[in-house]
């Protein structure tokens, strides 16, 4: 299974993105994660295959929503109140697993990434 992160860009702080994640194949929970310059890469949110559970990162909940498609094989990341400490690049994972998490050493395919840079 191949995916392939897109939505992307330059956006002013207080605004907002959508980050779409296509998956070539069905993938189970997904995960969003980001690395931003000179830092290690950290969990962002998580959705489990039925969509009935997510978990999300302490400092993007309440700004964030995670959903998906599955019909289409597609994540999404709605980013609401983005501030320039939201400045990364941004990567969807997926699991073959159904249970959502936050670790990322259990997930199974990775996007490409895609950067997010927030102005001040």
Partial sequence: V?????GGGLV???GSLRLS?????????????RQAPGKERE??????????TTYYADSVKGRFTISRDNAKNMVYLQMNSLKPEDTAVYYCAGRKNVLATRDASVYDYWGQGTLVTVSS
């Fill in 2 to 6: 191949q995916l392939q992160a897109s």
């Fill in 12 to 14: 002013q702080a207080g």
């Fill in 21 to 33: 994640c296509a998956a070539s194949g069905r993938t189970y929970a997904m995960g969003w994660f």
């Fill in 43 to 52: 969990f962002v949110a998580a959705i489990s295959w039925s969509a009935g």
